[in-house]
């Protein structure tokens, strides 16, 4: 990581488009760095160096914040139609820049139920949802744009500010168990560290378009629930059967348990040698709790 300034900082320009946990994560990493950085928000704020992006007001950035720009990461999901609002409104722009390479946020909810089995990136997708099919859509579209992509597919997304010790604080939390359901995950650090190394390192390794970034040991939510409440020295109150709550849950919720996955990181981590920063929920909820 350490050369990482001199490797990339220094001569290039990233957007980031949707700023939001992940992009602003990216961000303030890569501006360590020394990486000269832009971010994209749906509405003006007061920092430099953010632009207003919203397709669904038709607000694109203006000309100057492309000029020289040489990476873009998209986290932006799709609109509310299952469009890629970044290939709806800019891709001829896109495509008129001399860029590097072009980072997209996808999930690994187009891989559908796999009933507990892992899944990797040779797997055909089977999405179960339709969200889940807009997004591989949107990952197709990104491919035949012809832009120097590369897709990754993220789990369930946690870190500092956003993880179960918020809602737990907020009374938000409801302790619900599934017999055999597991669900993977990533520290937000891991995403922005995995994609550094990867461009970091892109000379030496094979590019690959789709790659998992997510941690070694999916578990049950139950595990990580309980995990929490020991950190904070609380009693877990007791868990509820899925099946006897499922009728109160929302259909978003509902969702959520439908799919039982296992996703493998043997791409990012065996084969191109990336190591993880917080290889399992303990890891990284340690760090959540120190650091909120
Ligand atoms: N959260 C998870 O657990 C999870 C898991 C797997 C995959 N993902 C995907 O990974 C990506 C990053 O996730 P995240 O949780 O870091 O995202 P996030 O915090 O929800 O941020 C999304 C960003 O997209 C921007 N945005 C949304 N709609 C837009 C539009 N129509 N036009 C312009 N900008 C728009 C938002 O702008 P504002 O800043 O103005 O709100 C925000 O900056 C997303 O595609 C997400 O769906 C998330």
Known sequence: MNNFASSIGN??????????????????TIRKFGCYTLTSS??????????????????????????????????????????????????NKL????????????????YGDTKGD????????????????????????WIESGLPVQIFRLPGIYGPGRST???????????ITKKDQVFSRVHVADITNAIIYLL?????????QIINIADDEPCSQLDVIQYCY???????PDPI????????????????????????????CETLGYQLIYKNYKLGLKNCFLNS
């Open 11 to 28: 001569k290039n320009k990233f957007l980031i488009l949707g700023c939001g946990f992940s992009g602003s994560f990216f961000a303030k």
């Open 42 to 91: 749906r509405s003006a704020n007061r920092d430099p160096n953010s632009f207003v992006f919203n397709s669904e007001k038709g607000i694109v950035p203006n000309e100057k914040i492309f000029e020289g720009v040489t990476h873009i990461l998209s986290c932006i999901p799709p609109d509310k139609n299952g469009k890629d609002p970044v290939l709806g409104s800019l891709k």
């Open 95 to 110: 495509k008129s820049l001399s860029l590097e390479w072009v980072g997209y946020l996808s999930t690994t909810g187009v």
């Open 118 to 141: 892992w899944v990797s990136e040779i797997n055909q997708p089977k999405p179960f949802q339709k969200r889940s099919n807009n997004r591989l859509n949107c990952e197709k579209e």
């Open 165 to 175: 010790f918020e809602a737990i604080r907020k009374q938000k939390i409801r302790i």
């Open 200 to 208: 970091q390192n892109k000379d030496s390794l094979k590019f690959h």
């Open 230 to 236: 020991d950190l904070l020295e609380l009693k877990m």
């Open 241 to 268: 059967l899925f099946e006897d709550i499922k009728e109160e849950l929302s259909p978003i919720a509902q969702s959520f348990w439908m799919e039982n996955r296992r996703v493998s990181n043997k791409l990012l």
